[in-house]
């Protein structure tokens, strides 16, 4: 289980995150949501022990994140950050997934046997083994994206990360991509943090919501009662609409 | 082909150079007499031409990783292993030894070593201690400040040069240009033991140069201490080129030229490409140096000239003839 408490973050006098606290539940499928700018992205940099907040902490199953090494902590919560660039170098699939396995490297970081199996068991999870020895630069976005996510699935921890992975991709990749997420959810037990945009496949995927709106936690709902409770519309400071056909819900703008 | 075979190839070169480099010179050595203690070839060969030949060795070596590990973690292709102002400390260093102390003649050539040693370690600590005030450490502050004080020094140089005599002002060019010639036997035993430790300690970061090379955000992911692996790092590549410029000066175009051969045509992961960029480094600066030696004999040319003038258009024709880059 996750545990913000009190978590404040600051640069310099502008409050970036104001005393937000809340709890994820193994094996929820959660979506953050919110307005840009809303500080959802450095929530997610906070969650993955990446910056430190100024005030309050962050436990998982009851650890410190901050307290305990990063590698320690890269095996409890694994991390896809925003890619806006494909500058990942010359490396192929498979050795970036590889880079997965980073925090149960010996000193002298020789992959076995194992890993490398266990590189090629979470590639065929996520459909990309025939890319194996694609150069990452030759990749499309929708792939790149599953390779990120193999990489993320061989650090093999239970909870993990991702800020708005699917923002860039068009509707068959973010198709791919967001059924993925929910087979490793509801098949493998992950538990999964979005950062997204994505409120209708957010809302569809039954996620749990927690809305951030100018640095503090605006609501934390289930998706029945985003919907119920017109939550959207107070978020965003806008109306929406919603519309129901073969139980599929989409939100869009008055 | 086989990156296996292109590995081998590529040591097959580098060791028939480094057994050839010392035989030749303005002096032809007689292989037969090299055991002869009594013999000029034998005093010639392991008094001067070996020790030669190791020093440019080690100095290429770790010129070449040095500036694998800078590019590594700054994620900049076009940058040195003297990017962050240490080559501009030793130069400083050693200006102000010429400057003020030059009359000392006997103790001339060890001084000026020892001032351009301070001069770089006092550098290195400055640029730490400037990029670490914003209390996080990254790539940037460190890249920044390295490169801020490199200027500050180059000024702090060019003020010095203005006002010192002609004898003076050459002997600072000539210490900049950088030149194996002026390198001495008890300068190898002090760059031996630290090049072969820098080299161990870069080669057991080369899980952590991979992830590093793909964004700092994806390394945070994986759980590699940023902070930790950078300052090792730093510390590790700016000591050993104190150590080998404090005595070779700044020998130029090596630690940039190097890195991206090897990795267009070997590899691109740090496990190969750091042991081989050491080794063909340093058989790169043995051949240049023998170049250097022989070209106009019985006078030298300092070694930084024929590194550039045989590196750049090479350097030039390869990145025309591939599409890599």
């Known amino acids: 289980m996750i545990k913000a408490n009190n978590i404040t973050y600051k640069i310099k006098n502008n409050l970036i995150l104001n005393n937000i606290s809340f709890e994820i539940n193994k094996g929820d499928f959660t979506a953050i949501i919110g307005p840009n700018g809303a500080g959802k992205s450095t929530l997610a940099n906070i969650l993955a022990g990446i910056i430190k907040p100024n005030e309050g902490e962050i436990t998982i199953n009851n650890k410190n994140i901050y307290k305990i090494s990063k590698k320690q902590k890269a095996k409890i919560i694994s991390y896809v950050p925003q890619s806006y660039n494909y500058n990942v170098s010359d490396f192929t699939a498979e050795e970036f997934v590889a880079t997965g396995i980073y925090p149960y490297l010996d000193y002298f970081g020789t992959l076995t046997k194992e890993h490398i199996e266990k590189v090629h068991y979470y590639m065929n999870l996520t459909n990309i083994y025939h890319l194996k020895d694609r150069h990452i630069s030759t990749l499309s976005g929708g792939q790149y994206q599953k390779v990120n996510i193999a990489a993320a699935l061989a650090q093999e921890a239970e909870f993990i990360l991702l800020d708005e992975i699917t923002s860039f991709l068009d509707q068959k990749a973010k198709y791919e991509i967001n059924n993925l997420l929910l087979q490793l959810n509801q098949e493998n037990n992950y538990s999964i943090i979005q950062i997204s945009h994505d409120l209708n496949y957010a809302l569809n995927a039954n996620s749990l919501f927690l809305c951030i709106k100018n640095g503090k936690l605006f609501a934390k709902a289930s998706a029945l009662e985003m919907v119920n409770n017109n939550i959207f519309t107070s978020l965003f400071d806008m109306e929406f609409l919603y519309m129901k056909q073969n139980n599929k819900i989409a939100v869009v703008p008055k | ?325």
């Open chain 2, 1 to 325: 082909m086989n990156k296996n075979i292109k590995i081998i190839i590529t040591y097959l070169i580098c060791l028939i150079v480094l057994f050839t480099a010392p035989f030749i010179g303005s002096y032809s050595i007689n292989i037969s007499s090299i055991f002869n203690v009594n013999t000029t070839d034998n005093y010639i060969f392991f008094h001067t031409r070996l020790p030669r030949v190791t020093a440019g060795f080690i100095t290429g070596g770790i010129l070449a990783v040095s500036g694998l590990v800078f590019q590594s973690i700054f994620k900049n292709p076009i940058a040195t292993p003297f990017t962050l102002g240490v080559a501009g400390g030793a130069s400083l260093g050693a200006a102000l030894y010429i400057f003020f102390a030059q009359s000392v003649t006997i103790m001339a050539l060890l001084g000026q070593t020892v001032a351009a040693m301070a001069g770089a370690l006092i550098t290195i600590f400055i640029v730490f201690f400037l990029s670490a005030v914003k209390r996080k450490l990254n790539n940037t502050t460190l890249l920044l400040s390295g490169v801020a004080v490199n200027f500050f020094t180059s000024a702090l140089i060019m003020f010095m040069q203005y006002f010192a005599d002609i004898n003076q002002s050459y002997n600072i060019t000539r210490y900049m240009i950088g030149n194996l010639a002026v390198v001495t036997n008890d300068n190898i035993l002090l760059m031996l033991p630290v090049s072969f430790a820098a080299f161990f300690i870069i080669y057991l970061f080369h899980k952590e140069l991979d992830i590093l090379s793909m964004g700092e955000n994806i390394a945070a992911g994986r759980g590699v201490n940023i902070t930790y692996s950078v300052t090792i790092l730093y510390f590790t590549v700016s000591l050993a080129i104190a150590a080998i410029t404090a005595s070779a000066g700044p020998i130029g175009f090596i630690g940039m030229i190097i890195p991206h051969i090897i990795r267009l045509f070997i590899s691109y992961k740090n496990k190969i490409l750091i042991p081989v960029s050491f080794i063909f480094g340093g058989a790169f600066l043995v051949m240049c140096d023998t170049i250097s030696r022989t070209i106009i004999a019985p006078a030298e040319l300092p070694v930084s000239i024929i590194t550039s003038i045989i590196g750049a258009p090479f350097f030039i024709f390869l990145i025309l003839k591939t599409n890599k880059l």
